[in-house]
């Protein structure tokens, strides 16, 4: 008995695009968009070009906090919640003015964050609990807030500079928002690839031990990453109140999953040490785009969430079968 | 070759029976006094305490209670599964469409198909999980979409019923406790405790504890992993049964959904399933699922506002697994 | 008379672009114990993955008592008469011994029975794993094997664990159940005692199997020239070294009077330009040694100074700031097996907050490739998980020397590397030496301390009680390990 010895050529094509994942994912986010635009002519326009662009910006930057958390080998369940609670700092408090406003936004997130990494880094809390638990405590805050004569009552006001950033448009196809995204993109991007505290956080989601034992001192990195991705979140919770006209304490929330449905689709792996941000870029495109084409299809929202998780499925799996044992872990 | 002087003795010193015991049942024994304690901080709040206001306590904890469980399942075999309280709600809602108008007798038959198709759910949620090869947060991520959906197409707003006989039997009538204790009570001594002891129960911990090792040592894991998700799958089917029996209706809201499951992993944790697998049993997630109902009910009778309750069990669970996790770092060094 | 129970031909299997077994015939006979020697990389731990069942071939095949068998997983091995005790010990640390062995229906009576002729009596089963230390778990490993009375035993690094003493009684049963008519494949790093156990031995080089022969038939030479490809002459000579033994003022290591855990009132220096070996039996606390050195523990009593000043180390980032750096035995807890050569090389660089901020791209490649070409790393495999066992040993000290250190804590560096990647980092200590630095390495390989070390410690139960010569002889040094008086 002989088994037949595997050919040479075969194994070559799939260990390089393993060693390039973007390859694959670009081609997943093309076929998409052209099978999209074949049922959807609109896709093929500015404008259509821009609403895309224009809601895929929330969930990327979603997917950024995500995959900030995500490559320390943890992950976070409250970063809808943040979102949801700065938006509402942000719009009650802006008769304070425009930038003490943002910045209180934006202190929710790092207080989040902060809190997070303390749980996470130094009581060595789970990731999956501590921020689920952070995330019960958030709304819990929120729905106290807005009773009554809380911290949130009163009148809400989206500031005017958020609506014109999360509307407005830049040039052509290209909306304000993408601004933000641009500048998210470039500094996460750079940031992971060329600076000591990037090499830290895939060490740290690669081996904890290792890293200890090498002289990085866990909690550091862990409270700096979690106040990052919570920071994130909060700029996300800002843009999409611009998009929605106004605050509500779970506007968010669907978001959750497909931010994470997106860093996954990106190529970073939800144990740690593996993955970027360009990935879930162009993870959260496709999602985007996959959204749009199940509305064309004009089917019920129930057979769309359906297909939905079926192609997230389908998707992940493609991905672990192309890029074979470099998944696993 | 020089021989070898009698050496200090090769094996350490066994554990001390005491030790032992504390080790496999200390958090749970802590978990009941910690339900017992808050159990008579409700009891000195009510005027009255009869068979209605225990009924309230057990039967609104049962959903919680057998979510717990089934996730408690699956997480001491080494995975999680994000989609049980979807699975959970399309239990509720298939359950509800079909028991609608029909006689108690029937309700219960139909019980047991919803219960079995909640199983069949797991099956396949863990046949993609062990044959795809993606890992199961994503897996089980991709079929709450899927099963959210679902349970929308059975019912597009909340609607259905049930038999009033079924209702009672299973929930309890308003001021009948001893239905909801005697079913978790039953379904914990007739499928956990035999199956925690059989070789099946051991190779669920073994396989979480050390997939890698028990492969050596030949347990066939993926068919473990599988059942494993099975279990879950049954267990948030009867959830979906029960939750019909308590609400009388089925609700294909997805947000239901999603804070089941956080309910449901939030059990398990707080009764003692570590998250890392191959520790924990069954007995204290149902007792967590106890003590999270309890603490709302606690904050209303004393005047506090019930808002804040979603606060303290926030806290409260962060605070017990820092504690939990802070032991098992202890005992680890001693 | 004796015939063939296992036969492997022409056996493949690559992973990716990387072949790992070229074509490999293997014949073990009925009653004998059968070596199997390779550097790492030769092919060995794909060979055993390949009979164990837990990788499957690419082409090939293997004949069991003239059946052919394919293995789809262990227990199709096992069921077919191929046990294997892995080096890792397949028992789940949560779970107790009893729980352990009903997962492969292990009769306790006969492993207790097993146990006890290796020594090891009052065993409680309801203990759990986890607390059982590791040679014992071998032990009940191998137990658990022996009791399933297989055809073909096949033992990888059995003893890599164990105390000399346990060793020998293993070796006997080993006798034993072979005169009964089993087979055993020995895996071993160890020469000595291949030369003692095995009746003929196999071995391997990139990927296909180059000589078998008796250990008799030309000894440890003929194993290592085999295994290396080169004639022995060039290796004595290799081996023949002027040691000089430098003392400088102030000690860079001066350990005083330190007690903690097990250890008690241990005083020793390290020196610079010196390399100072330890050697202890299983258990002596020479872990905990390193341990403290490394600033995981604070000692009860005494002091450890580092070029003069106190250690005061809450953990390794504050030795590793006075200068004190350790490479651990477990090449698993000091790699970043996802990350590339690159990445694992300058960890420590960045691990103060002060280095959190842009890399120096050019400068950080400089330093690289230095260590790079120094160490003769491989670099061909892109992620450091795909790297051989002794190029991952070399990125982990590799990793130091990309950032700099005044006193270098070897534990057990050469533990299942191969005997040319051995030598080479030999040289590297030596090296280091005598760049300045001072080292101190606990090693299990007390034949080859003479090669590398200035002077040699003795740890026993907590206490340094002798400090032996490098060139005493392996009796020597063995006796002072087990706490006998040894003439100097």
């Given amino acids: 008995m002989s088994a037949v010895t595997a050919p040479a050529d075969q194994a070559s094509w799939r260990d390089r695009l393993a060693e390039r994942p973007f390859v694959a994912l670009f081609g997943v986010f093309a076929v998409l968009y052209l099978v999209t635009g074949i049922r959807d002519h609109g896709l093929f326009t500015e404008n259509g070009l821009r609403a895309v662009l224009l809601l895929t910006c929330p969930l990327a930057i979603f997917g950024a906090a995500e995959t900030l958390c995500m490559l320390t080998g943890g992950i976070s369940l409250s970063v809808t919640m943040t979102a949801n609670l700065a938006a509402y700092v942000a719009a009650s408090k802006s008769h304070l003015g425009t930038v003490p406003a943002i910045g209180l936004a934006l202190a929710v997130g790092v207080a989040v964050g902060l809190v997070n990494g303390l749980g996470i880094g130094v009581f060595k809390v789970n990731p999956l609990i501590m921020t689920l638990g952070m995330s019960s405590v958030l709304l819990g805050i929120t729905t106290v807030g807005l ?38 993109a470039v500094l996460l991007i750079w940031g992971l690839g060329r600076t000591g505290i990037g090499r830290l956080i895939y060490a740290i989601g690669d081996n904890t031990t290792a890293s200890r034992l090498a002289g990085v001192k866990l909690w550091q990195v862990v409270i700096a990453v979690y106040i990052g991705t919570e920071l994130l979140a909060a700029v996300a919770g800002l843009l999409y109140s611009g998009i929605s006209g106004g605050v509500a304490p779970d506007q968010t929330n669907s978001y959750l999953l497909t931010a994470i449905a997106a860093a996954v689709l990106g190529g970073t792996s939800i144990f740690g040490g593996q993955g970027g941000y360009a990935g879930t870029i162009l993870g959260a495109l496709s999602l985007t785009v996959l959204d749009r084409l199940l509305t064309s299809l004009n089917t019920s929202d129930a057979v769309r969430q359906v297909v939905y998780g079926l192609v997230v499925l389908l998707l992940a799996w493609l991905y672990a079968r192309v890029t074979g044992r470099r998944l696993l872990s | 070759m020089t021989t070898a002087p009698p050496r200090p003795a090769l094996v350490p010193k066994p554990t001390s029976r005491w030790a032992r015991l504390r080790r496999r049942h200390g958090w749970l024994i802590v978990t009941a006094g910690f339900l017992l304690v808050l159990f008579f901080w409700r009891f000195s709040q009510l005027p009255k305490f009869g068979g209605f206001e225990l009924r309230t306590i057990t039967a609104g904890a049962m959903v919680v209670a057998f979510l717990g ?45 919803v219960i079995a198709i909640g199983a069949a759910i797991g099956t396949i949620v863990g046949t993609t999980i062990v044959l795809s090869r993606v890992p199961d947060i994503v897996v089980t991520l991709a079929y709450l979409f899927v099963l959210s959906g679902a349970a929308l197409l059975i019912l597009n707003q909340p609607g259905g019923g049930t038999a009033q006989g079924f209702r009672s039997a299973v929930a309890g009538g308003l001021s009948q406790p001893l239905p909801s204790i005697l079913w978790t009570v039953g379904v914990l001594s007739v499928l956990w405790m035999p199956l925690k002891r059989s ?23 993926s068919r473990v992993r599988v059942v494993a998700y099975t279990l879950g799958g049954m267990f948030a089917g009867m959830a979906g049964v029960i939750n019909t029996a308590y609400t009388g209706s089925g609700d294909p809201r997805s947000s239901i959904g999603l804070a089941a499951t956080l309910s449901s992993i939030a059990a398990a944790v707080l009764g003692g399933v570590a998250l890392t697998g191959g520790v924990g049993g069954l007995v204290g997630p149902v007792l967590a ?23 303290v069990q926030g806290c409260v669970i962060i605070v017990v697994v820092m504690i939990g996790t802070w032991l098992a770092v202890k005992r680890r060094a001693t | 008379m004796s015939e063939t129970v296992l036969q492997v031909r022409n056996l493949a299997k690559r992973y990716g672009p990387v072949v790992a077994l070229r074509s490999v015939d293997l014949d073990i006979k009925r009653g004998e114990i059968h070596a ?61 011994v009893r729980e352990n062995l009903s997962l492969t229906h292990s009769d306790p009576y006969q492993v207790r029975e097993a146990l006890a002729s290796f020594g090891v009596s009052d065993l409680q089963f309801d203990e759990l794993v986890r607390d059982l230390p590791l040679f014992l778990l071998r032990l009940i490993d191998l137990a658990k094997q022996l009791v399933l009375s297989p055809r073909v035993l096949l033992l ?19 006798r034993e159940a072979v005169r009964a008519g089993q087979s055993i494949l020995f895996i071993s790093h160890r020469l000595a005692e291949v030369m003692e156990l095995c009746d003929r031995c196999t071995v391997l080089r990139d990927g296909c199997n180059v000589e078998t022969f008796e250990p008799r038939d030309g000894g440890e030479g003929r194993m290592v020239a085999a295994m290396l490809g080169t004639p022995p002459e060039q290796l004595t000579a290799r081996e023949s070294r002027v040691i000089h033994h430098t003392q400088e003022q102030v000690p860079l290591l001066d350990v005083k009077h330190l007690t903690v855990g097990p250890l008690r009132d241990v005083s020793f220096s390290v020196h610079k330009g010196e390399v100072v070996g330890l050697i202890a039996l299983e258990g002596q606390g ?83 490739e230095d260590v790079v070409r120094r160490l003769a790393i491989d670099a061909r495999a892109g992620a450091a998980g795909r790297l051989s066992g002794g190029n991952q040993q070399k990125l982990t000290i590799g990793r130091w020397l990309a950032s700099g250190f005044q006193v270098l804590l070897l534990f057990d560096p050469t533990r299942g590397i191969d005997i040319g990647t051995k030598r080479q980092l030999y040289v590297l200590i030596r090296d280091l030496a005598a760049a300045g630095a001072g080292i101190l390495m606990f090693t299990s390989e007390l034949r080859e301390i003479s090669l590398v070390a200035d002077r040699v410690l003795v740890l026993y139960n907590g206490q340094i009680i002798e400090e032996l010569p490098p060139d005493t002889d392996e009796e020597t040094l063995l006796s002072a390990c087990h706490g006998l008086e040894v003439a100097r």
């Avoid at chain 2, 997939?211 to 050596?216: E, K, S």
């Avoid at chain 3, 293997?62 to 890792?88: C, D, H, K, Y």
């Avoid at chain 3, 990888?156 to 080993?174: C, G, K, N, Q, Y």
Wanted: charged share 15%.
């Fill in chain 1, 147 to 184: 009773v009554g004569n809380g911290f949130l009552a009163g009148t809400t006001q989206i500031l005017p500079v958020v609506t014109r950033i999360s509307t407005g448009t830049l040039v052509g196809p290209i909306p304000s928002n993408a601004v933000v995204l641009a500048v998210i």
């Fill in chain 2, 69 to 113: 469980m089934g996730q408690a399942i699956v997480i001491i075999s080494g995975g999680i599964d994000l989609a049980l309280g979807a699975a959970m709600v399309f239990a509720n809602c298939l359950s509800a469409l079909w028991m609608k108008g029909q006689h108690t007798g029937m309700c219960f038959l139909l019980a047991i198909a």
């Fill in chain 2, 199 to 221: 070789t099946l129960g051991v190779k669920l911990y073994a396989i979480g504890g050390n997939r890698a090792a028990a492969y050596l040592a030949g347990v066939d894991v």
């Fill in chain 2, 289 to 311: 699922a106890v003590v999270l109902g309890l603490i709302p009910a606690i904050m209303l009778g004393e005047g506090v506002d019930p808002n804040l309750a979603q606060v």
């Fill in chain 3, 36 to 96: 199997l020697l390779g550097a790492n990389g030769a092919g060995k731990s794909t060979l055993v993955k390949i009979l164990s069942g837990v990788a499957q071939a690419d082409a090939g095949s293997i004949m069991l008592t003239g059946r052919s068998v394919r293995f789809r997983n262990p227990s199709q091995a096992r069921a077919a008469g191929l046990a294997t005790v892995f080096q890792e010990p397949a028992l789940i640390g949560e779970l107790t």
């Fill in chain 3, 156 to 174: 990888d690094e059995l003893t890599a664990a164990l105390p000399s003493d346990i060793t020998e009684r293993v070796f006997s049963v080993l």
């Fill in chain 3, 286 to 368: 020479q872990d905990v040694l390193f341990a403290a050195l490394a600033g995981e523990y604070r000692p009860s009593s005494g002091q450890i100074v580092v070029c003069g000043k106190p250690l005061s180390a809450r953990g390794p980032a504050d030795a590793i700031r006075q200068g004190l750096v350790l490479v651990p035995a477990d090449r698993a807890t000091a790699l970043l097996p996802k990350r590339p050569i690159r990445e694992n090389l300058t960890l420590p660089l960045y691990a103060r907050f002060r280095s959190w901020g842009a890399i120096r791209w050019k400068a950080e490649k400089r330093r690289i």
